[in-house]
């Protein structure tokens, strides 16, 4: 049975779908016939949109909605300042019986695809048998494989759906890839590859792949993916043998410093020129994203200048481009 | 005969070769017996190095010498407080009989290879016949394209030899090429190329050419390279005939907005995909080049911090690659 | 007949007056009954302030509506939320038989007597025979005059209101006349009043003079008003005989430095005393004009503190101005 | 008898002169045969320029010599890396015997018909008799008007010599005159024109008139210029019958504003139409002073182009200015 | 009889009781038939939270009702748009008949304990005797040491209730006396102490202690309370016989100085070792205690992480905290 | 045998001492009689200065002489343009028997008595059993300990000593403590002391401490000591069984953001009330030393000004402090 989308629910609308809990409240009656009576408001959503949800009977709830609990819903839309669900009856869906695609936007490449591109990368780049060995650890590691698969790259700015982590590492290889064609013989590719796959590795604890809004962990938040991933490497590296300490002062470093001022959240300023070349590729492949992010909203106003983006900073003008791809 | 070079200047050395004049001062001999006469102290350099230099008979200078000129000079060092080269005669070189590659410094690879590399990425990329035109009008225009593969793309920062201004623009170009493959589809191909090439055309009369410190001109200092730059590009395009409106202000807007922030001097911000990838590509080859040379400088100490430096605001670490590298 | 405002609007009025539209959306009825049936509604404005307009049946609508369009519009006002304006009649007005005073704020003063004077000062200011040419070549272009007497000077922050481009013209004017006095000898004054003229000349094409809120343009976005402004001026120059080229320069830089810094837009900042002269005159005219502005809607509040100005960064103080100006 | 300035002392030069002591320094002779010797080394100075001093006998030194001394000097100079003065007999200048313009620099304009120029203002622009009398109190205070007289308006950076403060002062009026003709019946007159002449009254303590440089006073550096002042005009206003708390809050509130922003050392930023007016007219003043400044110290080295001045943040481009005023 | 707290009130509820004014607004009836006539809005509230109140009749309101006034009144809870109370009567409190604490936040402790800790502080730490004395200047001024138990820090960040200052006073010369513990015999305690309690001062003329919202004075807004707090400490330092001019320069300094930073609203920064502690001290209670606000709202929430707090520029985690203190 | 120091070296004084090597540099000759031959010139210093010194023999050295090598020098101090000390003979000293206290400043406090202390606060503060055995885990560590004990907390701001951080550390600890008593049940003050004791921990490694001028390390530089420490921290917590996964978050990011904002090189924020309070006496102690060591510097002086601090961002003031300690 094919989903009902929140966007295409109207007063009058029979519902019976999934949709996932953004927010829930429980609230009294304000007349004074239902004193000390509660009522549950909810806020309802999928990848279309959201709508208010109501339960009037609260003895229907006998154990505690919570946000990012995805229910089943039979009610019907009416009208109160707005459209609202009133929900005749709900029940809780498992987490692994839950089509997260219904959900949360997705990168638009395959991540297997991606997957296999990174396996290349790694075995005709990253020469050096350590490095080597120590991606060969990661690799193997199903568990974060999966989670590297499916984690965003960011919440709210860039490569903010499924998949985007992986999306992003790869751009950022391949302009990596790309400086050292620029400048042959100045850089240790193996090592700028390497630092350019797992740059981001933290992100896959900074962000709770369990929850449909990208939600950070607490660790996310009072860590930071820089501090969590440096971690995660450390402990990889302990897995091979006779790793230099050079190479793992070299790749902490890069990690360390991969976002480039300490304003933005580096502890240390990029001092290798790996480190360096890891940044602005990283700031590159992050901002291009940005940008293109807020012109494909913007294609769907079909106006020639976006709203306001607050994170770039500036209104996005689409009126020449359109027309030249026209052609 | 090969030049005489600074670096190999002892005391005693006597000495008969060309320098440029890097500072001229006439100054009156302190000694009472010597009370209202005059000597001339000058710092004579070549790209090896500066040494102080002396003309103690004033009467040698029949007409000024001024800091640029190029001296042939014959004398001998002596010491006082540190080497000084005493000048017993010289004579003005005319500025077509100097080869300035013994004044200054020039990029490693050939202009002449450069510009058809050049040339090449323009039949293949701006398929566009305005832009194709517009760029063929610039190209004809003989005494710009000589400019253009002598300038330099900075006084102090980053390219700064002869042939810097075309390395540069290769590189970003370079750069403008692998984001349409990353993101193919979106953008306007031979426009953003077009803006590559044309970015920092303006440098062709912002820096002194005839100088050989990269002095900026008056109008470099006053204008600015950005808005030199966009007059050129303007007074070009009238010369295509029907070129639309659209493209001129699109590409306008490029060249206007490619130092990506008002405080770096560009008095509005990308605000269309193609100048907003220009910004960063130029971005990223400045900066990389930047960074090279602080340790190209700092390869020659052999030490494994560079000094400070103020530009990238760090210390740069060279120990790793340099084993790296040599494996 | 006398205009009907939008601020005398109340529940019950009859209608039939001119509005400009601010704002149009077409909207499904969400009562199943009129499933699939669409609506328009509008935000409807004269200068006193804006009411929601109302079209139930589209198919009055026989040519889209846009903003900035001007309607007469037959009606009646009732409430649903407030009051709406259901509209039974419209016709779209020609932009030539309307009258601009009912839509836009206009300056106090009179835009032919400020016309005169700035003609009387260039003519007794600007005695160098090339920048009197250039003002000439100026002044007897009527398309731009015409502008130039519309212009606001600004969209948000002061002077924005029709003629606000020649007012404070006029005031950099006098304020530059009055260094010319704290300081005599020391300036070119032909070309700093040359200066101060034509420093915001580009404003004529900034804002799109048709439309009633002053909306940007594309270029005026894409380039600004000092890029446009400097363009201007120099085609302006090419008909002049003999324009010295330092003059050229120095007018050039003042135009494009009258911002001040970088940040504040302008791609160099202020090198010569007449384009550092013209910075603070500037300055000082657009400032002044702000508190002012600020002060003026207050006086409506009868309170003695105006709201925050978050352009002004502060609230402004009105209780000791009043009482003194009674005496 | 004429002044010997240090500008004119060459190596063999006899001296009998008047200079103050810029630094003195109590130095060990090097030589073990004079183990355990002193001789003392001083920096003489006067608005010329500097030279070294030594006394070789110290016995010759009964009460010490501290920095701003001015001393008698006989003796001659000799050279011993570079010139120095050898002194023979010195003896100390009481401090009223002293001609302080061969010591500092000092305004073009007369002290004396500068404050009969401010006199003049007052009684046309101040008709509040409130305001009025306070002026009065202030100008009747002899010992206060002395030093209003003589006072700098600062230490580096513009109107930094003898009577730049009134010079400024008054600059600063004639500016606040000029808003009010742009802005007529906007302004309380007689309140803004008695706030710009006290805006600065605190430096006639900020600054130690008896030094011959300039320097703050402990209360200069501690308190700053804006608290002194607004503690002397309190203490002036409380001789005034009657004066209006209203008006004397509206006096302070310009005092401590004046300069502008909080970074710039105004704990509050103007928040009145006189405070915002008295600060912009301040800026107007001090800037194009400090601009002139700089223009006037380059035309000595007759370059287009004067030095880096870090205080303005570019360098100062004289080479239109010259010529037009050839004319 | 116990107060009636608006938090409690429902739909239906018939109220009694004293409520503050928030706001007052005449509007008219929108309706045709009611054409000219007017009804009062207002917010009501005390210190669990705000309600609509609604007087429909006019003519019940014979003198002016002003926000910040204290009203008894009769009526009850009905629905329009939410609760709204309709008023059937009601009559304004006298001033000294109003019980503050129903109002407004308060210190959790009595602020009579915590001034005997001042005084006791004072006689032990305070030994110099000009300070001394100076202490019991002010606190013999009975209207002044009344205000400093009551008045506020701050209006909205920290220690923002009643007898909030001197809760503030008294941690600051806590911190103070720790930090002389640290360094012995480094601080002149007397001073260091005597400064601590005086540095908020100012505050006292500030807010407007009459008010319930803890308004700022127009003083309070124009000069601050740095400003207000120097005046109050020089005039009481004038009662104090033989003050030593040090003395009151370096306590004049430590208030002045005591925000740190001049972006931060100190004039100039602390330039003396008690007054540069007196700044970290400031700001030591001030940041915890505002972190600990933040916290306690929270806490009422039960969720682990706290809104954004635009003051902090964060959200506060209090997951781990909680549990740790149950033990 | 008493240490001849180098403020004591005069000409002709003959010298036997250890030295520190500060700077080493092969020369050649200049004088053409001695072409192609080198001498070796150092700086050699201890804990008082700096001096120049001579190898006038190249054969002398057998070995290479680097930074950092202690030097037994024998020679005689002469003159050439300043003193020299020519060496005659000279012997590289053993790492341990070397006197560091020759070499480098260090606290006042004895380094043992302080960890006496600190040991004392763990046991009475840190009741919490997996944070104590964390904490002794630490203290059973030898080389750990003694590193700890001889660290610096920094290069050049304060507590720049042998024994620094301990001090420092001490110092935050006792500063934290006062914060539980000023809020008392707030805190998790096991949590809290034992951040604090190991905030700075990764300083141990981020200077070199076998160098006499506090050298950072290259992991130092490239990682900090906020990321170092927080390695050791999870490697010890490692060892202790069960340590609960929120203490160590907890513990970790106290840490981490101990810096308090990014720009000053902590990658998050404080978050937690411990990490805010710990931030904030870190501070405390930071600055008041870095304040009392410029005092102490200009106490030498003698003068009422420090010289300007770019640390501090300003000069100093001693006038009052001194003299009121005196009594």
Known sequence: MSKQYVKDLKVGTRVQAQFVV???KELSFSAPSKSGEYFIKLVL???SGTIKGIIWDRSMV???IRPDDVLLVSGEVNDYYGPQLVINYYQKIERNNINRYHFQPSCERDPREMWCSLLRLTSSDVSDPHLNKLLQQIFDDQLLVESFMMAPAGKTIHHNYLGGLLEHTLEVVDVCRKLTELHPAKFNKPLLITGAILHDLGKVEEYDLDS??????DSGRLLGHISIGVGMV???IKQVADFPAD????LEHMILSHHGEKEWGSPEVPQTLEAFALFHAD???ARMKQFLQVMDQNNENEANWSDWDRFLGRRVFTGFTN???DK
């Open 22 to 24: 953004a927010d829930v």
């Open 45 to 47: 959503g999928d990848i």
């Open 62 to 64: 006998t154990e505690p």
């Open 212 to 217: 449909f809004t990208f939600q950070q962990t």
């Open 234 to 236: 450390r402990e990889k």
């Open 247 to 250: 190479l793992k002062l070299a």
């Open 283 to 285: 700031l590159l492949s």
């Open 323 to 325: 027309e030249e791809n």
